[in-house]
């Protein structure tokens, strides 16, 4: 894909035996080398993390994570750990944590399954099933309501039945039929028939969306974004317009992402982490980009005058990349 920037790629003549003595030598006797820990985890890649991790259990007999976990604390833990886990089961626990318990963090939900591929979806999908012994979708029904819990459904079964193909190519008049349904099910009559808003926009791939976007405003002489905000409200506007966004220029979407959990009081530290954790392999240079486009400041300085400090600061400043 053209947008795709990662901050993170791994380095080159990797060896998993060697950083593993580097991390076990961090950690052992007194004190911790937390910088030698952020040098060594937050330039390799997942895959790079996930051998180091076998050659550790293999060469001492025992867990990465869990010696980490004993000499780390705070937030810079969570840094660590995040990094650690397979990609799919990291967001797997992030969508489980934001369902259990009291209340149901929505937006958490958006951000995790209105803004991924359908591949990235299938993986969530299977990982959760073997982590938690339930179905996502079986989960989600018992923790949402109303036309978003119709919405995410249909992402999470039909990403799993492999309806939202990205490999196909695009069916231009498969895109304007879309487009006037959209067109029908709006602004051309009385109230709105989300239904058709959902099965569209959960159904196909970012690619074939995005024409039938334009085609939309063709129709309609105005833009989807526009039709969602006039139409939908709540929740659901929420999910279709990060979908909408995240077919435009994700990149967008989660340099905004980014500014709310690090704007007013206090900082949103889970999805902060979250974001720049999952998205150091895939695009946080362009989101790095849109986010100095966006708010005229850089996503570095962001963090660095926010309210993160010491080692959970420099892990986070180290996964941003050079700036």
Known sequence: MANRQPTVVGVPNFNAAEDAAALRAAMKGLGTDEQAIIDILTTRSNIQRQAISKAFTHEYGRDL???????????FEDVIVALMLPPAEYLCKELNHCMEGMGT?????????CTRTKPEI?????AYERLYNRPLAEHMCS?????????????????????????TGVDPARAAEAAQQLYEAGEA???TDE??????????????????FEEYKNIAGRTI???????????????LSAIVECVQCSASWFAARLRGAMQGLGT????????????????????????????????????RQGETSGDYKRALLALLGPA
């Open 65 to 75: 994570i869990e010696d980490l976990k004993s000499e780390l604390g705070g937030h």
């Open 105 to 113: 963090d929505e937006s958490v939900l958006v951000e995790i399954l």
């Open 122 to 126: 299938a993986e969530i999908v299977q």
């Open 143 to 167: 923790e949402t309501s109303g036309d978003f819990r119709r919405l995410l459904t249909l992402i999470v079964t039909s990403h799993a039945q492999g309806a939202r193909d990205e490999e």
């Open 189 to 191: 009559k009385w109230g």
């Open 195 to 212: 239904e058709i808003f959902n099965k569209i926009l959960a159904h196909e791939s970012f690619a074939q969306l995005q024409l039938v």
């Open 225 to 239: 974004e526009q039709a969602i905000k006039a139409e939908v409200d709540g929740e659901l506007k929420d999910a």
């Open 268 to 303: 949103d530290d889970r999805t902060l982490i979250r974001v720049v954790v999952s998205r150091s392999e895939v695009d946080l240079g362009r989101i790095k980009e849109q986010y100095e486009t966006m708010y005229d400041k850089t996503l570095e300085s962001e963090i």
